[in-house]
């Protein structure tokens, strides 16, 4: 047992030395140990989750909150799976290793090195696979000139973090079952505190969403997809999927115009404040005012034999006495309006100066003037214009002492929603939903800018860096390991 | 301010209501005499937290004790935390509180597995039938068991160790003589310290250990062997002074842990690297970092021979035997040629043959003037190989002692045995199926080491 002697020397190798040693024994048990197998399992679980989110990941806000959540779980599960084990599966060969000379903080940059290559692959194939898999990419990035390469970084920053938390727990953790244990609760708490996703939180429990890498992981994906700009589809998917649903029941006239005279509701009030212009020509006036009693009730009465049919008229504009004729309702109009298109009528003629000369009804003078013919010519002048809203006409509408006789009456009604639509064009709602919809669903946080990408990159480093710190503290005391 | 008796009460006696406090009363005073019975102060049993602690170092079940007094913390924590929550929004409240009742109420059941297990521990002790767990399982019936127990003739069979440092005998106060040459170690306590005590694991040892000696490192089980040698080597240190050829070792211990080699009682070794490259890394961390790539190999490679490991240096270390194994975990220290090789049980798991064979090589490493310390439990096949025998035995208050230190032929006469596994048996506990002689011999080795003292002094 012959020995060469060896000229000792107090200098030992040091810290960036001993980070070079420990990164060659991970890559060499990268192959011996199986630790490739990561790999093949990031592929296939972007492949599953690809499946699904494919269709709608960056086309809808929907579509991209749904993609975005999976994208930061797979991100999340291949980091934590990446290193739970590592440090606690050789515990007791690391405490070794530390009598012996080796840095912990060599050890944890080795692993921090090591990781780091392991989840920009892993990063690189679930980017791969879900372009392959038909999710559609935006080209431009705010930050890169392309969106993907972007995007590849958020997804390594969210998976490494993700990896440096983990590390620290299997640097807190004696034994391999401790941590396995320890792992679906970082998993849920991951999932449940992600801030975005589920949205119905107590309110004292959203400060915990400041302590996941998820809740940052969805925000900085959503803000890449440019989230606040994507027309939103649940609304009206909803309303699609019950368009041809029917509907109905009995109702009474009463409760419609309660209905439409309710100006607590907001959309009732909004229409009823909606203006509408109504115009009427002579010829309509007319017409109603043939149909009306008090056409036979005038005719009959006699007028004076010295008046002319100037003053007639003026008297029947302006007299006390035809007042209430005047107020006569003809739609929208009075007699009044037909009396004045018709008195300018006939002074624009000349007749105004015609005298009777025997007292007369005014059948006979509508006869002799040939009333029928005269507003046969002028049917198509435009007599008034009224400025009104839709309130008033169904106020008007709802006093109509016909309407008012039948308040109590029941009659079914049946109708889908779709009609409805169809009625205001599907097309106008659909723009109208989505927008509206798309307004309300807006944040902040999921703002397209280069600010809010380069803080959600920068919490990421931060929170790697801490963690890794902390697994350092932890495993400095691994002296303390009972024997 | 009901509310804060309320908690109080709680806290205090582990219930709200004013019969669980009658109940937990009575509990406390079957406790204080269990206590008293174990000799420990039965006061304990009227403060929080600590009466379990107490308890279950009654119990032999300290560790669930340490366990149980965390949960009962946490528990507490939350009850008052749960109770002091205020909320503007009614609904978020009733959520709030039904999340912490839900924390509570696993905790609760934790706390209440283990007081089970501390119980079970009492059981054990007062070697009564397990019928009686099912009075402690419950808080409304436990007080019972208690009072029974506490106030009966039945005594435990073990007491727990003493708990304050003046119980033990004062040091000796002799200087050791420090050589030049060899291993000097005057180890004045190894102490533990946790939350709830300060335990002594060695006290009193001292020695000077000859370069190129072989020394055997006997003791029965939980004696301190390995502290003691982990306290030798400086990663756990002790107040001791430790000194290498004259050097040191707590006060250089960066320089000085390359002049210790330890090689635990597992391979603990990747199992998934290979045999070149394990002893090259542990090469690369051991050796100097001046030596060349090319001196470092050749060190690996002579190292490899030596050890008989050259024919399978590309194989995984999983593959191995367990011999080769134990070879390549030895190789691994010896690398970096310490002064001091210290090995815990560096046979186990190994046949008379292969044992034989390795304990060969560990006796040509002491031949070119190292020191080679071996913890073995199957030292007479392989006697003829050591030339000094350390005996450590547990004394009385459960504390690591040495009870002799000498040459093979001089540990015989002092022992009046012929094997050394019949010198182990001598110092081991009743309980262990031992003599229980501890205490003599670490008296006789004592008296023995003044005379000599006295006799070099002149």
């Known amino acids: ?483 | 301010m009901n509310d804060i008796l309320d908690i109080f009460f709680g806290i205090v006696f582990g219930t709200e209501q004013t019969a669980g406090i009658i109940l937990e009363i009575l509990f406390i005073v079957g406790l204080f005499r269990i206590l008293q019975k174990s000799g420990i102060n039965g006061w304990w049993a009227l403060c929080p937290f600590m009466r379990e602690v107490k308890l279950a170092k009654c119990a032999s079940r300290e560790q669930e004790g340490k366990t149980y007094f965390f949960i009962s913390l946490a528990k507490s924590a939350l009850l008052v935390i749960s109770n002091s929550l205020q909320l503007n929004n009614k609904e978020e409240l009733t959520v709030l509180i039904l999340f912490f009742s839900m924390v509570i109420l696993t905790v609760h059941f934790i706390s209440w597995i283990y007081m089970i297990r501390i119980f079970l521990g009492l059981v054990y002790v007062y070697d009564i039938n397990k019928k009686w767990m099912i009075l402690f399982s419950f808080s409304a019936t436990r007080w019972i068991g208690a009072l029974i127990l506490g106030f009966s003739k039945k005594m435990p069979l073990t007491t727990p160790e003493m708990e304050h440092e003046e119980a033990l005998r004062s040091f000796s106060n002799e200087e050791i003589i420090v050589m030049d040459k060899g291993l000097s170690v005057d180890l004045r306590k190894r102490t533990a310290t946790d939350l709830f005590q300060t335990k002594t694991l060695l006290r009193d040892i001292k020695m000077n250990i000859q370069p190129g000696h072989m020394v055997l490192l006997l003791g029965g089980s939980g004696a301190g062997k390995t502290t003691f040698m982990n306290a030798i080597n400086g990663y756990e240190k002790a107040d001791a002074k430790v000194l290498i050829n004259g050097k040191n070792v707590y006060e250089k211990y960066r320089e000085m842990k390359y002049e210790v080699g330890y090689v635990p009682q597992q391979e603990l070794m990747r199992g998934k690297d290979t045999v070149y490259h394990t002893l090259d890394d542990a090469a690369l961390l051991r050796l100097p970092s001046v030596i060349s790539s090319r001196e470092r190999l050749n060190r690996v490679q002579d190292v490899m021979r030596i050890f008989g490991l050259s024919n399978s240096s590309t194989s995984l270390v999983e593959k191995m035997s367990g011999g080769q194994k134990k070879r390549l975990s030895i190789a691994m220290e010896y690398l970096s040629s310490p002064q001091v090789f210290i090995l815990d049980e560096p046979d186990s798991g190994l046949d008379g043959v292969m044992a034989r064979n390795l304990m060969n090589h560990l006796r040509a490493i002491a031949d070119q003037g190292k020191i080679v310390i071996v913890i073995t439990h199957t030292p007479d096949r392989v006697i003829d190989l050591f030339d000094d025998v350390i005996v450590l035995a547990k004394d009385s208050h459960k504390t690591g002692r040495l009870a002799f230190f000498g040459s093979v032929q001089e540990a015989y006469s002092f022992f009046g045995s012929t094997k050394m596994e019949e010198i182990v048996m001598s110092i081991n506990s009743k309980e262990e199926g031992g003599k229980g002689l501890a205490d003599s011999y670490i008296q006789q080795f004592a008296q023995l080491s003044a005379k000599n003292a006295e006799v070099q002094n002149g």
């Open chain 1, 1 to 483: 047992m012959a020995e060469k002697t060896i000229e000792r020397k107090i200098r030992h190798r040091g810290r960036l030395e001993q980070v070079r040693i420990y990164l060659g024994k991970f890559l060499r048990m990268f192959i011996y140990q199986n630790e490739w197998k990561v790999f093949p399992m990031a592929i296939l679980i972007s492949a599953l989750v690809a499946l699904v989110v494919r269709r709608d990941f960056f086309v809808t806000m929907e579509g991209t909150l749904k993609g975005s959540f999976a994208l930061v779980c797979v991100a999340i599960w291949n980091g934590c799976f990446n290193s739970i084990q590592v440090i606690c599966r050789e515990r007791d060969v690391i405490k070794r290793e530390h009598r012996s000379g080796m840095h912990i903080s060599s050890y944890i940059v080795s692993h921090m090195l090591y990781q780091a290559i392991l989840c920009l692959v892993q990063s690189a194939l679930t980017l791969f696979v879900m372009i392959r898999m038909g999710v559609k990419i935006p080209a431009e990035g705010l930050i890169v000139s392309s969106m993907t390469v972007e995007l590849g970084i958020s997804i390594f920053l969210i998976t490494y973090a993700s990896d440096m938390m983990a590390l620290w727990f299997s640097a807190l953790s004696r034994s391999t079952t401790t941590a396995m244990t320890i792992m679906p609760f970082v998993l849920i708490f991951q999932l449940v505190f992600s801030g975005g996703f589920f949205t119905n939180l107590p309110a004292w429990s959203t400060h915990f969403t400041k302590f996941t890498v998820s809740n940052y992981g969805l925000k900085c994906i959503n803000a890449q997809a440019d989230f606040n700009n994507k027309p939103s589809a649940t609304v009206w998917n909803a309303v699609n999927n019950i368009k041809n649903n029917e509907l109905g029941g009995t109702i009474t006239v009463g409760r419609i115009v309660e209905i439409l005279g309710n100006e607590d509701n907001a959309a009732i009030k909004q229409l009823r404040s909606n203006p509408v212009t109504i115009s009427a020509s002579v010829g309509d006036l007319y017409t109603k005012f043939r149909e009306s009693d008090s056409y036979q009730a005038i005719r009959d009465r006699t007028i004076d034999a010295r008046i002319t049919l100037g003053e007639l008229l003026t008297t029947l504009e302006t007299s006390v006495a035809f007042e209430e004729l005047r107020q006569k309702s003809l739609l929208f109009f009075t007699v009044g309006d037909l009396l004045t298109a018709l008195g300018n009528s006939v002074r624009e003629t000349g007749l105004a100066s015609y005298q009777f000369g025997k007292s007369v009804t005014f059948g006979q003078v509508f006869d002799f003037i040939d009333l029928d013919g005269q507003m046969e010519i002028l049917k198509d002048v435009s007599v008034v214009k009224v400025d009104t809203t839709v309130g008033k006409i169904l106020d008007s509408v709802s006093n109509n002492f016909l309407v008012q006789g039948n308040l109590d009456k029941e009659f079914k009604i049946s109708f889908t929603l779709g009609k409805l639509i169809d009625l205001a064009g599907e097309e106008n709602v659909k723009k109208i939903v989505q927008a509206k919809t798309a307004e309300a669903m807006k944040k902040d946080a999921y703002a397209y800018t280069k600010d809010n990408i380069e803080r959600y990159w920068m919490i990421f480093i931060l929170f790697s860096l801490v963690c890794a710190s902390l697994a350092t503290i932890s495993l400095e005391f691994i002296d303390k390991d009972k024997r």
